[in-house]
């Protein structure tokens, strides 16, 4: 097995192990509950859940979605979670290699499956995840690339800033959960924040459309669509070519 195919293993393994605790985050955090006590239990019948009943996705496709004690269904979103995670990670290995500063995106990455799962289920975005990822990521650009700390401290200011005023323009459409999780994009992706906002904005603009068509323009309107999800989608894109985008739109600009 070569070096590339091992750090890739290593890597789809992790993800998929930490998606799993991932969908125990997404499922307490928002109810204040601890993330390390009682053991993982059905949500159903309450019977706690068995170390072979708890591998990530096998247990679910060998238990055909469903509680072994009580037989009530368990979500299709718990093994998809597990399964985005490791996907991510393994991307971010192949695209950044096993360098040091590949910890601060893989961080980032885990953190905006979660926010993303809690988001759609609960319309937040809590602070418990978006507070210890800001002080990460400036611990570990500080640490690993020092040199970029300037540059993406100005990018958080920037980015949080532009939302915060797009928020106080229209308090319906985006909340606080979303300035503070684009100053954070700011914060590790640096400049490359700015195709992040961009795909972001498009990506929640054409779903609201979308809506709109579905549903006629008085229900549409009235319908509410998180933000968090567009933005960890427009991060997840720069955290893979989001230097590249920048990099392509300012040469552009030479031509």
Same mark, same amino acid.
């Given at each position: 097995?070569?070096?590339?195919?091992?750090?890739?293993?290593?890597?789809?393994?992790?993800?998929?192990?930490?998606?799993?605790?991932?969908?125990?985050?997404?499922?307490?955090?928002?109810?204040?509950?601890?993330?390390?006590?009682?053991?993982?239990?059905?949500?159903?019948?309450?019977?706690?859940?068995?170390?072979?009943?708890?591998?990530?996705?096998?247990?679910?496709?060998?238990?055909?979605?469903?509680?072994?004690?009580?037989?009530?269904?368990?979500?299709?979103?718990?093994?998809?979670?597990?399964?985005?995670?490791?996907?991510?990670?393994?991307?971010?290995?192949?695209?950044?290699?096993?360098?040091?500063?590949?910890?601060?995106?893989?961080?980032?990455?885990?953190?905006?499956?979660?926010?993303?799962?809690?988001?759609?289920?609960?319309?937040?975005?809590?602070?418990?995840?978006?507070?210890?990822?800001?002080?990460?990521?400036?611990?570990?650009?500080?640490?690993?690339?020092?040199?970029?700390?300037?540059?993406?401290?100005?990018?958080?200011?920037?980015?949080?800033?532009?939302?915060?005023?797009?928020?106080?323009?229209?308090?319906?459409?985006?909340? +606080?959960?979303?300035?503070?999780?684009?100053?954070? +994009?700011?914060?590790?992706?640096?400049?490359?924040?700015?195709?992040?906002?961009?795909?972001?904005?498009?990506?929640?603009?054409?779903?609201?459309?979308?809506?709109?068509?579905?549903?006629?323009?008085?229900?549409?309107?009235?319908?509410?669509?998180?933000?968090?999800?567009?933005?960890?989608?427009?991060?997840?894109?720069?955290?893979?070519?989001?230097?590249? +985008?920048?990099?392509?739109?300012?040469?552009?600009?030479?031509?």
């Amino acid at each position: 097995m070569t070096s590339l195919t091992l750090d890739i293993t290593l890597a789809a393994i992790a993800g998929l192990c930490f998606g799993s605790f991932l969908n125990v985050v997404a499922y307490r955090l928002p109810a204040g509950g601890s993330l390390m006590a009682p053991p993982s239990a059905c949500p159903g019948c309450g019977v706690a859940i068995r170390p072979f009943d708890n591998v990530p996705v096998l247990s679910w496709l060998a238990l055909r979605g469903r509680c072994r004690a009580c037989r009530e269904p368990i979500s299709a979103r718990y093994p998809l979670t597990e399964l985005a995670t490791g996907a991510l990670f393994t991307g971010v290995v192949l695209a950044r290699g096993t360098t040091s500063a590949v910890w601060l995106d893989l961080t980032f990455v885990a953190a905006l499956v979660a926010i993303t799962r809690i988001d759609l289920e609960h319309r937040i975005i809590p602070d418990r995840i978006v507070a210890p990822l800001a002080v990460a990521a400036i611990a570990l650009t500080a640490i690993f690339v020092p040199g970029q700390l300037p540059e993406r401290l100005i990018a958080g200011a920037a980015a949080g800033g532009l939302l915060f005023v797009a928020a106080l323009a229209y308090p319906g459409g985006m909340g +606080m959960g979303d300035v503070k999780l684009a100053a954070v +994009m700011g914060l590790v992706l640096g400049r490359a924040v700015a195709p992040a906002l961009m795909i972001a904005l498009l990506a929640g603009t054409v779903a609201g459309v979308v809506v709109i068509a579905r549903r006629g323009l008085a229900e549409g309107r009235r319908t509410a669509i998180p933000f968090g999800p567009f933005l960890a989608l427009g991060s997840v894109i720069a955290v893979f070519v989001g230097d590249d +985008m920048v990099s392509a739109y300012l040469h552009a600009g030479r031509i």
